[in-house]
């Protein structure tokens, strides 16, 4: 059993300190879940606590709150609305190498029904900030990703997705992301939320979105730069404006201690070294990178939606982009301009 914190109750019996893997037999194990009020005090979503809001949902993360048993691998979460027998939603508990369980219970806002995939959006927004429209367009993010991923067959049957207000003087906006499901925060100001702060609610949205819908094992650095870019270009396909990712790394790499590190340099610093410092590259400068490599496509009569089901890696064990990828854009583009983005952003 692995967990740290937990108070358990074995047959009524309260133990303390039960440490990794010590065994133990109870009839019956308890132990007490706390949840923290959304509008009580501000919550950033990153921070992974469980969350009651008022609205009338509850939010559990297996961060710390579930344990797991060793020889039981199929166990169900489930969560009850007090005083409403029907009212229960079960999820397994995802096996470890999976994200981490994030169960959402209660009272939706709305569900969006897309191909296989129900939607169920949850909120807290106390001063209605978020309107009818920007359920809409979260449908039409959806749609583009599940046609430009051609995930239809393999959808997931359902994606939770919570959205909760925090005031944006405490510059927490952020998410977290399970088993499908996500939960984020969107800023606001004196109760309203700005076209930018919408936007990038949904830009956050959709990069999750990209990672439950797509079936390809992309390498760190690929999938979460991907993920980026099509979180941003979903918002044209809904009719959002913000800034685009070149625009971004424009600002950001002026600031930013590890700007000249190529790509592939960053994902090794990441997944070899542990060095989390240069992970931001992979959402400004991969991001950046896939949006000029869109726009030169583009230009040629194509486009990145096209040739994505062609993006690969050159192998499990090896980040770069595989030889018939970069043959693939050469052909399409020409060698000279893909040399040059290669040493803009990848070397």
């Known amino acids: 059993m692995e967990t740290s914190s937990i108070q358990f109750l ?5 133990k303390d300190n039960v440490a990794y ?56 979460v489930c969560g009850k609305v007090h005083g409403k ?28 029904a897309t191909g296989q995939t ?36 393999n959808a997931p049957n359902y994606i939770d997705l919570v959205w909760v207000a925090i005031d944006k003087e405490l510059r927490q906006t952020a998410g977290a992301a399970g088993k499908q499901a996500f939960l984020a925060n969107f800023a606001v100001t ?18 999750e979105l990209f990672h439950m819908l797509t079936t390809r094992p992309y390498p760190l650095w690929i999938s979460e730069s991907l993920a980026q870019y099509y979180g941003y270009k979903s918002l044209e396909k809904a009719g959002l404006q913000t800034e685009t990712p070149m625009e971004q790394w424009q600002i950001f790499k002026e600031r930013y201690p590890h700007a000249a590190t190529g790509l592939y340099e960053a994902h090794l610093n990441v997944t070899r070294e542990n060095n989390s ?36 890696s ?17 052909t399409t583009l020409s060698e000279q301009l893909v040399s040059t983005l290669q040493q803009q952003y990848l070397h």
């Open 21 to 76: 893997e010590e065994q133990f037999s109870c009839r019956e194990l308890q132990w007490t879940v706390t949840f923290q009020n959304v509008q009580t005090a501000p919550h950033a979503i990153a921070n992974q606590q469980n969350l009651y809001s008022p609205a009338g949902w509850w939010s559990l993360t297996e961060w710390h709150d579930i344990p797991r048993f060793e020889g039981i691998s199929k166990v169900e």
């Open 190 to 207: 004196d109760g309203t939320a700005t076209n930018d702060s919408i936007a990038k609610l949904h830009w956050v949205s959709a990069h």
């Open 118 to 153: 129900a939607l169920t959006l949850f909120k807290d927004d106390p001063t209605s900030a978020m309107k009818a429209e920007n359920l809409l367009a979260l449908q039409q993010q959806l749609e583009y990703l599940q046609e430009v991923l051609g995930s239809e067959e």
């Open 10 to 14: 074995c047959d009524g019996i309260q």
């Open 314 to 330: 050159a192998a499990s064990n090896d980040a770069t982009l595989s030889s018939g990828t970069i043959n693939l854009l050469k």
């Open 277 to 312: 410092s240069y992970y931001p590259l992979f959402y400004m400068k991969g991001a950046a990178f896939w949006q000029a490599v869109d726009q030169e496509l583009q230009k040629a009569g194509t486009s990145l939606d096209e040739v994505l089901p062609q993006i690969k």
């Open 85 to 112: 027998t029907h009212a229960i939603k079960c999820n397994p508990l995802p096996a470890p190498n999976q994200p981490p369980l994030i169960l959402t219970w209660g009272k939706s806002t709305k569900t969006l």
